[in-house]
Each structure stands twice: as structure tokens, then as C-alpha cells.
């Protein structure tokens, strides 16, 4: 088991995670709509952006998730197969596995649910429930997936195996083959914690996104049932409570955005001061909430809770640009 060191702050990395994270984007939505229209996958192009992702996370984690924190509902497959790629990598470096294991997990997050580009769009972005007939054209989507990627050159086993399994459950119930815990590959049980995240943290065409705080709970919950009970643990401490890019309301009514993990004090992360609740904010300002901890702020800058993008009005989408010059100007 390797363990890693930030190189660099995640500030300094989010100059080089913007662009990574660009042009990620890009090549995800390529990807997604070569797969649909023409029914292979581009091998290299996906490697290529999964090894740009692994250097960012290799770097510094926290600038990457921040990124993978913005949403925009009408691009949902895209990101969520991105974020999947992102969340996955930096939850294997803190598992200790090597680069190359890290691009192969990357790989398979990327490319997980990429058999929904085969289920007709009325039925994949319905808003209102899923008749039994349509919720099994899209558990087809892993079937779809598993083939797809199989008449790709190039890709590796792992990939296919994770596209077809990766809503197996550990006790048996999930689909499409109601594989057991030891049926289950390690990678499959990995994209399934943070497929879970992921969805829940997002606003889906027929839910509502939940805070990150919420989907751990859940996760925790259903640890031995649903997910891997060693992994769903582990990946509760990785993420934390409070990931890079979480909106934050502390006890004195300041609201901001988390920037950077303190991974010595989870509870106590880096945060920029976007709001006042009691009184309009003069300028934004960057906290680092340690300094609680040092008597340097009173026990009024904890956190008391965490929300929801788009709470108070504050979305992180409007902050990605704003945040990068404001932060280092």
C-alpha cells in the first residue's frame, strides 16, 4: 500500500484542475456521444483524459473535487460519468493503490455508465416515476454497457466487468445478476460507493440533490447490505464531511464554500466567506477554520451545518471563475 503527500496546496492546483477538468468535460461528452452514435468507445482519448485526472489527484485532490462539485442537471450523464472518474481515483490513492491501479479505477469510473447511451433519452430523463417496463430499460443500461465496451479495442477487462456490475449488491439483491459479496470485483465494489455518492449529491431529472453529509449517512447505513462494509467505511473517511467545494453555514451565520480539506482537523476545513446571513458581506475573505482549534476564533466559526448547491442562492458554478481570481489575486 503506497501513501501519498500533496505536492502542492490546492490552491496552486487549481489553476492546472481548471483546465484539466475543461477539457475532461469535453472529451467525456466526445466520448458519450461517439458511444451513442457510433457504438465504440474512443480507448485512448479515455485513457488520456483518466491519466490528466490522475496527475491533478496525484497533486492535490482537493482542487479536482471542487470541480466535480459543479453541476449543471442538463449534462447529467457527462458529469456524473466524470465526477464518477474523479471521485474514484482520489478514494484509491487514499486506499494506497499504485498510479497504474489508479488509471485503471479512473477508467472504469469513467466509462461506467456508459451503456446508457443506449436507453432512449425519453426513459432515461423522465421526470416523473419509472413504470416496472421502463425501470428495466434501465437496468439494461449495464447489459448495453458490458457489450459496448467489449467491441472496444483496447479496453481492459476490469472496465467491462465494472459497467456490468458496478449495481450488484453485497447481499444479493442488486442487478443484472444478483451477484453475491464475493462475486463482486473490488473495483465494482469501489464505482458503486461513489456511483451512489455522486447521484445523491446531484440533482437527478426525478430527485433532488442531498447534501454530501446526508449521502455518507446513507452509505454508512446501508454498509454490509448494499456496499462493500470495509470499503463504504473507508470511503466515508475519505470524503470527510466537509469535501472541497461543500457550502458550509457556520453557527455565526457566515456562509462559504470549502476550499481545502484540513486533514489533521476534518471538521475544520479552509473555507472562503461568500455570505452573511445577518448582514450584507463586505468582501469575500478566506478562513481557515483551524484557527478555532488555536483560539484565534471564537467556537462561533464552527460549522453547523452543510447545504445544498444553490442554498442562499449561492451556486458554485458562478463561484469557478470568480473563485480563481478572488482566491489568488
Not at 442531498?210 to 449517512?217: I, R
Request: glycine share 8%.
Amino acid at each position: 500500500v503506497k501513501s501519498y503527500i500533496n505536492k502542492i496546496d490546492a490552491q496552486k492546483e487549481h489553476q492546472a484542475a481548471m483546465g484539466v477538468f475543461r477539457e475532461a468535460k469535453k472529451l467525456t461528452k466526445t466520448l458519450l456521444d461517439d458511444a451513442r452514435l457510433g457504438g465504440v468507445v474512443n480507448t485512448e482519448q479515455a485513457k488520456a483524459t483518466v491519466k490528466d485526472c490522475v496527475g491533478s489527484i496525484l497533486r492535490n485532490p482537493d482542487a479536482l473535487i471542487w470541480m466535480s462539485r459543479m453541476r449543471n442537471e442538463d449534462e447529467y450523464t457527462a458529469e456524473h460519468c466524470l465526477n464518477v472518474c474523479i471521485l474514484s481515483i482520489a478514494f484509491g490513492r487514499h486506499l494506497g493503490m499504485s498510479e497504474e491501479e489508479l488509471e485503471k479505477l479512473g477508467l472504469c469510473g469513467l466509462l461506467h455508465d456508459v451503456g446508457k447511451m443506449r436507453v432512449p433519452s425519453n426513459v432515461l430523463n423522465k421526470r416523473e416515476e419509472l413504470s416496472d417496463k421502463e425501470f428495466n430499460i434501465i437496468k439494461a443500461h449495464t447489459v448495453h454497457g458490458r457489450n459496448l465496451l467489449m467491441s472496444s479495442p483496447g479496453i481492459p477487462n476490469a472496465t467491462v466487468d465494472v459497467a456490468y456490475s458496478h449495481h450488484e449488491r453485497v447481499d444479493g439483491t442488486g442487478y443484472p445478476r444478483k451477484l453475491k459479496a464475493a462475486g463482486i470485483s473490488d473495483f465494482a465494489r469501489i464505482i458503486a460507493i461513489v456511483d451512489a455518492y455522486d447521484a445523491m449529491t446531484g440533482d437527478r431529472c426525478y430527485s433532488r440533490a442531498v447534501p454530501g453529509t446526508v449521502a455518507l449517512k446513507r452509505i454508512f447505513d446501508d454498509r454490509g447490505k448494499h456496499f462493500d462494509e470495509r470499503l463504504a467505511l473507508e470511503f466515508i473517511k475519505c470524503v470527510g464531511l466537509y469535501p472541497p467545494g461543500s457550502i458550509v453555514e457556520l453557527i455565526n451565520g457566515l456562509v462559504g464554500i470549502v476550499l481545502e480539506t484540513n486533514y489533521r482537523y476534518r471538521h475544520l476545513p479552509k473555507i472562503i466567506v461568500v455570505k452573511d446571513l445577518n448582514k450584507p458581506l463586505e468582501k469575500e475573505l478566506i478562513l481557515n477554520l483551524v484557527d478555532v482549534e488555536q483560539k484565534k476564533l471564537d467556537k462561533t466559526y464552527l460549522i453547523k451545518r452543510a447545504l445544498c448547491d444553490g442554498t442562499y442562492d449561492i451556486r458554485l458554478r458562478d463561484y469557478r471563475e470568480k473563485g480563481l481570481t478572488f482566491t489568488y489575486g
